[in-house]
């Protein structure tokens, strides 16, 4: 019985061998069945069908047959299995690819077609007209300069008159500003004229000395001093005109570039009466003076542009300019003494050049009422600092004195003591409001 189940054993166990075996033939004709175990670039490791181990190299080996066993199957399928898995990995990354050129030549058709639609609301083509009325104040550089002169006269001078003003150099004003402005596109033009008047009020003392040179029949010497007062009016004229561009039309927020021409006009005319007791040698020290300045500054400006729309019916403009510009100036002052009979006239005046800079800002806020009118709030604020550049002092003929201090003061005061004593502003601020009408074409 033993026999048998061994026998039985022994023929399951071949069968089942020859079933999973693999076959190698090789290039000598012997053929050989069994099972690799092992392989490499240059060797297979062969286990025969009676249980021994052997090595043939791969270049004695003509073919290799493999069994239907499952390692068998493994071995000869895996290489293709991992081209397939590389091809499949590939064309996953070429479909990415081209999703995402796909997206990125979507977004930049988007972005082209925003920025068209953009172009075709921030086309304009108007013209409007503005006029805006308000206050604030103003200053012409000659109000000051004069007083510095007349500083001096007080710290240098040992003779002749000098005066101290306690009036404001800056004026309350009133005034208006007319605007045209045109825009096509990209571009825009705009002619802008603004009319500032204001009145003072005078006060101060002034200093007077008689004899020792000046200009009196007495020989003796004696000061004395009076009030000053008075009243005035002041005129200031601004006339720009400015051309702008947009290097990146929006029809939100439109950013320009500005350049212009500029030129302004000021003019001051007073009245000054000075008051005083006589003098106890019999002197009379009242009179009464007639002074007016003017000015007239040209140059130009350039500087930065913003239109701000927002909430479809407001709008907030503004503009930030840098001002060079340079000119005359002239004061003239008319006088006459009561210390004679009928009365003593005398005349005297400055001529002076000027080098100003300086920057102005605007600021405006438009809301729309009806249709293309609209109103606005605007403010403005403009300062130059004025540098000067020469001049002179003249005086009417027999109208001069031989006093050596009065002599150094025309000359040196002028060029020296009052760039020190003052530096002279030209300003103009005002809150105004108006209206706009647009015509649109």
Do not use: C
Request: aromatic share 10%.
């Amino acid at each position: 019985m033993k026999i048998m189940i061994t026998l039985l054993f022994s023929v399951f166990l071949f069968v089942n061998l020859s079933l999973r075996s693999e076959t190698i033939l090789l290039k000598s004709g012997e053929k050989l069945e069994g099972k690799i175990l092992a392989q490499d670039k240059d060797s297979v490791t062969f286990k025969l069908v009676d249980g021994n181990t052997k090595v043939f190299l791969k270049s004695a080996v003509r073919k290799v047959s493999y069994a239907k066993g499952p390692d068998s199957s493994s071995l000869k399928k895996e290489p293709p299995l991992l081209e397939k898995e590389k091809k499949i990995k590939e064309e996953k990354e070429l479909a990415e690819k081209q999703k995402q050129e796909e997206e990125n030549l979507k977004a930049k058709e988007e972005k082209q077609n925003k920025r068209e639609e953009q172009l075709a609301k921030a086309k304009r083509h108007y013209l409007e007209g503005s006029f805006g009325v308000g206050g604030g104040e103003s200053q012409s550089e000659l109000r000051p300069f004069f007083q510095a002169i007349q500083y001096a006269g007080l710290l240098f001078s040992s003779g002749g008159q000098a005066e101290l003003q306690s009036t404001p150099y800056k004026s309350k004003n009133h005034s208006a500003t007319t605007r045209l402005f045109y825009a096509w596109n990209r571009f825009t033009i705009e002619i802008r004229g603004t009319e500032a008047k204001g009145n003072l009020d005078i006060g101060g003392f002034q200093t007077l000395s008689y004899g020792g040179g000046g200009g009196s029949s007495s020989s003796s010497s004696e000061k004395t001093a009076n009030v000053l007062l008075g009243n005035g009016e002041t005129k200031f004229q601004k006339v720009s005109s400015r051309i702008g561009f947009s290097p990146y039309p929006h029809p939100v927020l439109d950013l320009q570039i500005l350049g212009g021409v500029e030129r302004i006009w000021t003019k001051t005319n007073q009245e000054v009466d000075s008051l005083g007791g006589i003098t106890s040698t019999g002197i009379n020290p009242n009179r009464v003076s007639y002074r007016e300045t003017n000015s007239a500054l040209k140059g130009y400006s350039i500087g930065l542009g913003f239109e701000w729309k927002f909430w479809e019916r407001f709008t907030l403009q503004g503009q930030i300019l840098h001002l060079d510009m340079q000119g005359p100036s002239s004061f003239r002052s008319n006088e006459f003494r009561l210390d004679s009979s009928p009365f003593r006239y005398d005349q005297y005046g400055l001529d002076y050049q000027w080098k100003s800079t300086g920057t102005e800002v605007n600021l405006k806020f438009t809301t729309k009422v009806k249709g293309d009118l609209s109103l606005f709030l605007e403010t403005s604020n403009m300062t130059l600092n004025n540098k000067l550049q020469s001049g002179y002092i003249t005086e009417n003929e027999g109208g001069g004195n031989t006093d050596p201090s009065q002599i150094l003061l025309k000359v040196y005061a002028p060029q020296i003591l009052i760039p020190i004593l003052y530096d002279s502003k030209t300003v103009l601020t005002y809150v105004q409001v108006g209206a706009n009408y647009r015509f649109n074409f």
